[in-house]
């Protein structure tokens, strides 16, 4: 069964610090692995995402992704955020296929101080 | 570009009622999910449907149930409501042979 941890449940930092989302994830077969984001009162937004290919993968708004098969780690990470990046960071991984339901991890805090 | 809708966005029930929410995936997309996102925490797969059919089916209660349509669109039918079913309930549509899950707003459920 797949699973996905992530490490810390909050992550504070002051504007234009870099910041590192911490995301492991288990699974028996090949996956894909998303992160989403999630402001407060609304839905799920797609950041970034990794099916294949290149392992550094970018997204929206700056942020960017590594996969490590070896360490089955897909950490998020910005050189210098902004306090519009506080939110809910949750992620996600699917086996693919049609019934590809999303495993998503406990989420992570990004408290964004001035 | 057109996303996912949801409706309502926000419904109010007493215990044991009935409620239905609707779901309008992106048009073209053939495979609609849903989620269960209790406050505070992660959302959980419900259930899903690739052309109309069940595909999978997660920790859905058995008072709920789904379905999807000929035009795609789906609705969760969710009866005897409890207290616990307080949650903000996520649809998410894709295309099949793409991977990526597009979600809508969601509906936020309080159940008194």
Request: aromatic fraction near 12%.
């Amino acid at each position: 069964a797949q699973s996905v941890t992530q490490l810390d449940s909050q992550v504070p930092v002051f504007e234009e610090a870099p910041v590192e989302l911490r995301c492991n994830y288990s699974s028996s077969v090949s996956v894909y692995l998303f992160w989403y984001v999630q402001y407060p009162n609304q839905g799920l937004q797609l950041l970034l995402k990794y099916l294949s290919g290149s392992t550094l993968v970018k997204g929206i708004n700056g942020f960017e992704a590594e996969f490590n098969k070896s360490q089955t780690s897909f950490h998020l990470r910005k050189p210098s955020v902004h306090i519009s990046d506080t939110a809910e960071y949750f992620c996600a991984v699917s086996e693919g296929g049609n019934t590809g339901k999303l495993i998503f991890g406990q989420g992570t805090t990004l408290q964004v101080k001035p | 570009a057109a996303g996912v809708i949801q409706s309502p966005r926000h419904l109010i029930k007493e215990k044991r009622e009935t409620a239905t929410l609707k779901c309008y995936p992106i048009p073209r997309h053939d495979t609609v999910y849903w989620y269960q996102q209790g406050p505070g925490q992660d959302p959980q797969f419900l259930i899903s449907f690739y052309e109309k059919m069940q595909s999978d089916k997660g920790s859905i209660p058995d008072r709920f149930s789904a379905q999807q349509f000929s035009d795609y669109h789906s609705e969760l039918n969710m009866s005897s409501l409890e207290l616990g079913d307080s949650a903000l309930y996520f649809c998410a549509s894709s295309l099949t042979g793409k991977e990526t899950q597009y979600f809508g707003p969601g509906t936020r459920l309080l159940v008194l």
